[in-house]
């Protein structure tokens, strides 16, 4: 999606009865994501008619820009290999990180609350069936990556730390571009099997019978034309979180953040119409977060990637006093936590903006233009890099930048004595660097900052993740702050996917799949792939549900067999 693309206007998004309807089917899908494509296939080969409403011109929102590694607890190449993934340890893996603060490692539901609890074990029990189907069918054949850890291998409770991640037959070596083959092979399967699809669609509200049942949904084109599309049996909406609507991040998430890498389109809308139509709320404050350079997301770049993997082994992140303050090859998740710490004498979050500081080494090593790496190589966008030859000059490169930006960031500044600061710095490091063992941070002390190193010199150092910065210029930054790679808060849903009024009873006909309903996850990413996993578990889950659904007249009776 370009810059110059221009989506519909929003709308009210109050419920209206309705009888007269433009088309009929009997499933109206909302998003052509991974979530919504894999809705409308599941809902297709139940039998349905299926209708797929999206709201940019192109199928595919934010997994277009995904890996697509997708973490499938128990699959089938894991049970080939003869790798044991039991139920109850699996789940335990889950709720230690999901709700640390209340996990209990032998109470029934290990802390989690009792939906939480059903939501996780019903991701346990229906992924694999999910992604084999998809497989079988041709729309999204994989393969195994049997050596990927999970983000927490070295818990105690995690007993299966490798196997869980399946990724597109199709993809790179480098595993980078899964969600291009992904949506190109599920789109095809789509349209082989009849699946009725419209782009440039921004669905603006849900329409009701007269007994209140969900019968359907109005939306609108560029334009401003109206649609409306009832559903027999029920609507499902796949349409993606809030990450593109600012006053919904102020309002909601519990961090300050300036934007992310999710589609453009992701503006919330389900929030919205969910909310509406009496759907309670769940999970609002939690994103899954990652690093992201600041000045495109400031500039709403639509080709925005977050820092899922930050290269350079002669690389270190400093504040503006010019030390360091967290490891840099955390999971990107945790690495964006480091971006929120708050200074409660001061009043203010001193490291809402980092400083990435490398040397030629890393620039000639480790540029690439896969998973957002902010090291990029000769050719490639690079208008968020300054380069100076030596320190003072970088750290004048850095104060020109952080003006040119200050209104946005609050007017954070550089430490008048930066340059001298980040020369101690960088000694201290490359002591470290020169040793293999970070005393500060322990950098790459854990599978998963191995596995998000990024490309490096070979041979590599003691340490693979760090080798001394160099002594002389040129000397390389990028400004840094903490994203969105999506919000995972919205309308809450049974397991099946029906979303839940404030009695915890479902609102009959409306379905919701993905990062525009509540994750049982809560603040956690427990792997690679830990939102598109249970995303294609709950879109099987919810299709399947929608089929049985009573098929409903215009007016919301039930229809005579």
């Not at 956690?524 to 792939?529: I, L, Q």
Request: net charge negative; proline share 6%.
């Amino acid at each position: 999606m370009t810059a110059s693309v221009k989506l519909p206007a929003r709308a009210s998004a109050k419920p209206v009865i309705a009888t007269d309807f433009d088309i009929e089917t009997d499933i109206v899908v909302v998003g052509g994501g991974a979530g919504g494509l894999a809705s409308a296939l599941f809902g297709r080969w139940e039998g349905n008619e299926v209708v797929l409403l999206e709201k940019a011109p192109e199928l595919g929102g934010t997994t277009r820009k995904a890996a697509f590694w997708y973490w499938v607890p128990n699959n089938k190449a894991m049970q080939a290999l003869g790798i044991a993934d039991p139920k109850p340890d699996c789940i335990r893996y889950m709720a230690r990180l999901a709700r640390p603060e209340r996990y209990v490692a032998d109470h029934p539901t290990f802390g989690l609350s009792q939906w939480e609890y059903a939501m996780c074990e019903a991701f346990y029990d229906n992924a694999s069936m999910a992604t084999e189907l998809l497989a079988e069918k041709g729309a999204l054949e994989y393969r195994h990556c049997p050596d990927v850890p999970d983000y927490w291998a070295e818990f105690g409770e995690d007993k299966a730390p490798k196997g869980r991640v399946l990724l597109p037959k199709g993809a790179k070596d480098s595993m980078s571009d899964g969600g291009e083959v992904a949506i190109r092979t599920m789109s095809a399967a789509a349209r082989r099997d009849g699946i009725d699809i419209r782009t440039g669609m921004r669905v603006q509200r849900l329409t009701r019978g007269s007994d209140g049942a969900v019968n359907g949904v109005q939306a609108t084109d560029i334009d401003g034309r109206p649609t409306s599309v009832r559903a027999r049996k029920a609507v499902i909406f796949a349409s993606g979180g809030f990450t593109h609507d600012a006053e919904m991040r102020r309002n909601f998430l519990a961090t300050p953040v300036f934007g992310g890498c999710a589609a453009v389109s992701n503006e919330g809308d389900f929030v919205r119409i969910g909310a509406a139509a009496g759907g309670q709320l769940r999970n609002m404050n939690y994103a899954w977060m990652c690093p992201i350079v600041l000045e495109k997301a400031l500039n709403r770049d639509p080709g925005l990637i977050g820092t899922f993997s930050p290269s350079g082994d002669s690389m270190i992140y400093v504040d503006r006093q010019g030390r360091r303050v967290t490891n840099e090859k955390l999971a990107y998740n945790e690495s964006a936590q480091a971006f929120f710490q708050w200074d409660a004498a001061k009043g203010e979050y001193p490291n809402l903006v980092l400083f990435a500081i490398w040397d030629q080494r890393s620039q000639d090593h480790s540029a690439s233009d896969e998973y957002g790496r902010f090291i990029v190589p000769p050719g490639v966008d690079d208008a968020h890099v300054i380069k100076a030859d030596t320190l003072e000059g970088l750290a004048a490169g850095i104060a020109e930048r952080l003006a040119r930006h200050a209104d946005s960031i609050g007017g954070l500044r550089l430490a008048a004595d930066f340059a001298a600061s980040l020369g101690a710095t960088i000694d201290r490091f490359n002591g470290f660097a020169e040793s293999g063992r970070d005393l500060d941070f322990q950098r790459g002390e854990r599978p998963v900052e191995q596995l998000f190193n990024g490309p490096v010199a070979d041979p590599p150092g003691k340490n693979p993740t760090m080798s001394p910065i160099a002594k002389s210029g040129p000397f390389y930054a990028a400004l840094l702050s903490g994203g969105n790679l999506d919000t995972k808060g919205g309308p809450k849903t049974s397991p099946q996917g029906q979303v839940l009024d404030d009695e915890d009873q479902p609102i009959p006909g409306l379905y919701g799949v993905g990062n525009c309903v509540a994750s049982a996850s809560a603040r956690a990413y427990w792997a690679g792939g830990g939102t598109l996993g249970p995303i294609l578990a709950y879109a099987y889950l919810a299709a399947k549900r929608a089929h049985l659904e009573p098929v409903k007249t215009a007016a919301g009776k039930i229809a005579a067999e």
